[in-house]
T-cell receptor
Framework: TQLLEQSPQFLSIQEGENLTVYCNSS?????LQWYRQEPGEGPVLLVT?????EVKKLKRLTFQFGDARKDSSLHITAAQPGDTGLYLC????????????FGKGTHLIIQP | DTAVSQTPKYLVTQMGNDKSIKCEQN?????MYWYKQDSKKFLKIMFS???????INETVPNRFSPKSPDKAHLNLHINSLELGDSAVYFC??????????????FGNGTRLTVT
């Protein structure tokens, strides 16, 4: 069974601060996806990283896939209250037969 | 213009009852899924269908039975509901059956409460 560990589990910071969320595994993934979920809604895809060492930017969000494709990080610069939500990483092991393995999420609260 | 829609949004029922959750996607995707999110927000796959064919069937009690009448619909029927079935159930779809690089589009969930 492939596991994805996310840390921290909870994070509450002030508006304007920077933060990093981590997603780690002992398994290799073909790709890794990051989702954000807001209360009462389903997760929404933010980004997919595929190549080891890949870095993708989405405005103030920077996503990195580890060289060995076992871990990933999400860095938010100058966090805003609109960034509040549950951040989920999900790994794909290869073909669709295995589905996605989700981490347990990071609950992020940005206080104004 | 909702992409993945599931009904009902909330479902409160008593132990032992049978209930169904419906899901429809208008994205033209080939693959649909049911995920269960527990009280700690952990998302776990239950079933996956590709073009109406069952692809993934995780270790789920056989009280749960998915049905896909066509590739745009995937319903979930639950028999003899138990307290532990209380959770939020998410329907999702993806363009192709390989999850390697195909993102999931989720519905807004059905919060099931069994009393």
């Amino acid at each position: 069974t492939q596991l994805l560990e996310q840390s921290p589990q909870f994070l509450s910071i002030q508006e304007g601060e920077n933060l990093t969320v981590y997603c780690n595994s002992s398994s290799v993934f073909s790709s890794l996806q990051w989702y954000r979920q807001e209360p009462g809604e389903g997760p929404v895809l933010l980004v997919t990283v595929v190549t080891g060492g890949e870095v993708k930017k989405l405005k103030r969000l920077t996503f990195q896939f580890g060289d060995a494709r076992k871990d990933s990080s999400l860095h938010i610069t100058a966090a805003q209250p609109g960034d509040t939500g549950l951040y989920l990483c999900a790994g794909a092991s290869g073909g669709g037969a295995d589905g996605l393995t989700f981490g347990k999420g990071t609950h992020l609260i940005i206080q104004p | 213009d909702t992409a993945v829609s599931q009904t009902p949004k909330y479902l409160v029922t008593q132990m032992g009852n049978d209930k169904s959750i419906k899901c429809e996607q208008n994205l033209g995707h080939d693959t649909m899924y049911w995920y269960k999110q527990d009280s700690k927000k952990f998302l776990k796959i239950m079933f996956s269908y590709n073009n109406k064919e069952l692809i993934i069937n995780e270790t789920v009690p056989n009280r749960f039975s998915p049905k896909s009448p066509d590739k745009a619909h995937l319903n979930l029927h639950i028999n003899s509901l138990e307290l532990g079935d209380s959770a939020v159930y998410f329907c999702a779809s993806s363009q192709v059956w390989s999850s390697y690089n195909s993102p999931l589009h989720f519905g807004n969930g059905t919060r099931l409460t069994v009393t």
